[in-house]
């Protein structure tokens, strides 16, 4: 690297740095305390349509080990066959004063829920009239979604602490921050296709469309809010954020891999890149068998 390429990306990383602490001390608030526990494998159930694969031939696989779903999943017909241990939001529509869309349904079926399960919510969150609704078996542990980047040897300690994590541009960083936080030692994605820039087009008015399908069927109302989403949105902003994604996911490699955590991605023709690649099956446990239809 040239010299003047290394002042270049230590000037940036000081400023990022700095910008890091000024978010943290405006923006964060207590998180819950980390686990003392150790844990072994959780698997992170992405709404990726991959999803819909394993559950079609892996499911033994995912009800063998902790799972962890997120956002919108709980209105899926599957998610009280899955039974998720553990229940992500990070999507600001499920925190605004004025839900619309799906959101009052999902706070409702939250609310249903009647199995242990830990809800991982923003700390910002702790107010809300939905979290006091919750049923007792649901446990509410909350973590910061302020974004943190620059010098390693201090961002770290940030996301020791919990008051910061890596660029939240998708749920699944949240994700994985909280199940280290949990104990987790080795975590597995799937779900996670990340291939946005498949579903990504410009109409003849310019105007850029995106349709990110789940593995959930999306309603008309669901979709509507996608549009709105892009609204006034330019083609190089969605690709701008798309590389703030893809940088975040190796900004996390290199903080788990210092804590001596795991992270696989199990996801066929996922897009993410930092991750070593594995197949669901390949963590079929000895003697488990698969499910008929009807336990499905």
Known sequence: MKTLDRIRQ???KTGATLASFIKVALM?????????ENRDTIIIMGNGPSLRYAMEHDMDVLLSYPRLAVNLSALAPEFRTLRPQYYIL???AFFLKEKTGKVP???????RVDWEMTLFLPATARRMEEVRRLPANVTVKY???????????????LYDSGLAMPRPRNVLIPSIMSAVREGFRRIVLIGADHNWSKTLWVTERNCVVSVQPH??????????RAEEIFK??????????YAIAFRSYFNVKAYVERRGVEVLNATPGS???AFARVSLGSLRKQGSRSLTPSER
């Open 28 to 36: 964060s608030r207590r998180p819950s305390p980390r686990s003392r």
């Open 10 to 12: 230590a000037a940036s």
């Open 90 to 92: 990070a999507d600001i």
């Open 232 to 241: 006034n949105v330019r083609l190089h902003e969605v690709y701008e954020n």
């Open 215 to 224: 593995f959930y069927k999306d309603d008309d109302k669901e979709l509507r």
């Open 105 to 111: 349904a999902l706070w409702e079926a939250l609310g």
């Open 143 to 157: 973590y910061n979604l302020t974004p943190a980047e620059g010098f390693e040897v201090l961002m770290h300690p």
């Open 271 to 273: 897009f993410i890149d």
